[in-house]
């Protein structure tokens, strides 16, 4: 059975300062990987997703995500972290040919002025 | 752009009541699915539906069912509420193996 894990549950960073979310997968063959962004009192929205192709993946809001097949990792980072940043993100794998996520438990970020 | 609706924002309900939970997507997919969110234990599925009036356990069906009459609509029903069964409710739906597009989500207390 696939999983996913978000060994970070909640991160603070300063306005300005890089972030780095991680995530870990367990998977038999080459998954569909998502990062989604859930702002406070709002539904999931998608940040960025790796079907296949090239490894390094850019996404909106100045996301990007690295898959590396030999960690079994799909980290999310991004550059220069804003106000609007704080939220929770959740990583999920997908299973080829079928529609079903299964999700991390989720990293909830804290941005200081 | 897809939108994705779910009935209520906040429902409050006491052990024992009949819950209705409604979502309705405007895009035409196939494939729509029930989660329930809690703290630390992310996105759980509780049932999914790939067509009309067919539909599918997820990790956590126990205490739920599912109806699905027409394809923009799928309900989550709690035959009995729980306490237990207070937490967040999202739906999605999906074409193909695409992105799912959630709705805003429903947060249900059991007293």
């Known amino acids: 059975a696939q999983s996913v894990t978000q060994p970070d549950i909640h991160i603070t960073v300063s306005e300005g300062a890089s972030l780095e979310l991680r995530c870990n997968y367990s998977?038999?063959?080459?998954?569909?990987l998502f990062w989604y962004v859930q702002s406070p009192g709002q539904g999931l929205q998608l940040l960025l997703k790796?079907?296949?192709?090239?490894?390094l993946v850019q996404g909106i809001k100045g996301f990007e995500a690295e898959f590396k097949r030999s960690q079994s990792s799909f980290n999310l980072r991004k550059p220069s972290v804003h106000w609007s940043d704080a939220a929770e993100y959740f990583c999920?794998?997908?299973?080829?040919?079928?529609?079903?996520?299964?999700f991390g438990g989720g990293t909830r970020v804290l941005v200081k002025p | 752009d897809v939108k994705v609706t779910q009935s209520s924002r906040y429902l409050v309900k006491r052990t024992g009541e009949k819950v209705f939970l409604e979502c309705v997507q405007d895009?035409?997919?196939?494939?729509m699915f029930w989660y329930r969110q809690d703290p630390g234990l992310g996105l759980r599925l509780i049932y999914f539906s790939y067509d009309v009036k067919m539909k599918e356990k997820g990790d956590i069906p126990e205490g739920y069912s599912v109806s699905r009459e027409k394809k923009e609509r799928f309900s989550l029903i709690l035959e009995s509420a729980s306490t237990n069964q207070t937490s967040m409710y999202l739906c999605a739906s999906v074409a193909g193996t695409d992105t799912q597009y959630f709705g805003p989500g429903t947060r249900l207390t059991v007293l």
């Open positions: 790796y079907f296949s192709g090239d490894t």
């Open positions: 999920a794998v997908g299973e080829i040919g079928g529609n079903k996520l299964t």
């Open positions: 895009m035409d997919h196939e494939n």
């Open positions: 998977y038999g063959a080459t998954p569909y």
